[in-house]
């Protein structure tokens, strides 16, 4: 099945590159308009055509509100809220004050923000999707990445909470929750974690495989579907669900 979205005001956090970039390509196909915000202006300045970007930091409320703003009276249809950062790679000891605070208001304090923005016109319009992507972190715990565990778990947190709050207005709030991606970033994770426990990045690569029951890392591509899917009718009866793309995660990663 091909969802389609035709005509439909889509707002994707942190569209200009990996996952985010998918996902545009695919709400694009689906013929969406789709207006991006994002912190790399290179990777703005070299999105789709077609495409409106925004060069802002998620972290901050008022860049976000000027970001969403002009869609108030038209509304926007669908919200994915897809920044986020890995944060750092450490004993909680070793966390700077600062890292934990960017971390979660990267991954967690942006989604309220821009939800906040968005909320308003779909209830005015009486429909409306928010997808919010999470992680399998934000299911379990994981050693030495306390900040980005605390900021998935409060995404499923804040979406559970609400679809409860939006539901009886024809709102839509799902989060999606990633395994390993192929990508860029997943690569920068290994090598923090190798170099944290002192061992190979090949040897975390294999750690993370095993910890999955496919024994797989997952194409972004596949977690762009199912971002479509939620956001189109054929989801329309879909919502408070956290939703994971992992090949079932066992454990994060069996510890040595």
């Known amino acids: 099945m091909k969802a389609r979205l035709d005509g439909k005001r889509v707002a994707i956090s942190a569209g200009a590159a990996g ?58 249809d669908v919200l994915v809220n897809n920044a986020g950062i890995a944060g750092p790679t450490a004993v909680v000891e070793d966390v700077e004050i600062d890292e934990w605070r960017r971390c979660l208001d990267v ?36 050693p030495l990445r306390s900040p980005y565990v605390v900021a998935k778990h409060g995404v499923i947190g804040f979406t559970r909470t609400l679809a409860m709050e939006l539901g009886r207005d024809g709102i839509r709030v799902n989060a999606i929750a990633p395994g390993s991606l192929h990508g860029d970033r997943m690569e920068r994770v290994i090598a923090a974690h190798a170099s944290a426990e002192g061992i190979e990045a090949s040897a975390v690569r294999e750690m993370y495989s095993q910890g999955v029951s496919m024994a797989t890392f997952i194409d972004p591509q596949d977690v762009a579907d199912l ?24 454990t994060l990663y069996p510890r040595r």
């Open 227 to 250: 971002t479509l899917y939620l956001s189109s009718d054929a989801g329309r009866s879909i919502s408070g669900q956290v939703i994971a793309v992992d090949g079932n995660t066992e």
């Open 19 to 76: 996952l985010g970039l998918v996902m545009v390509r695919s709400f694009l196909a689906a013929g969406a308009f789709v207006t991006v915000a994002d912190i790399d202006p290179v990777a703005v300045a070299n999105l789709p055509a077609g495409v409106e970007g925004r060069c802002l930091d998620v972290a901050d409320p008022d860049a976000i509100a000027g970001w969403l703003e002009p869609f108030s009276v038209v509304g926007v």
């Open 107 to 142: 991954g967690l304090n942006a989604m309220f923000y821009a939800a906040r923005c968005v909320v308003p016109g779909m209830k005015r319009s009486g429909a409306g999707a928010i997808i919010n992507i999470a992680s399998t972190a934000g299911l379990m715990g994981m």
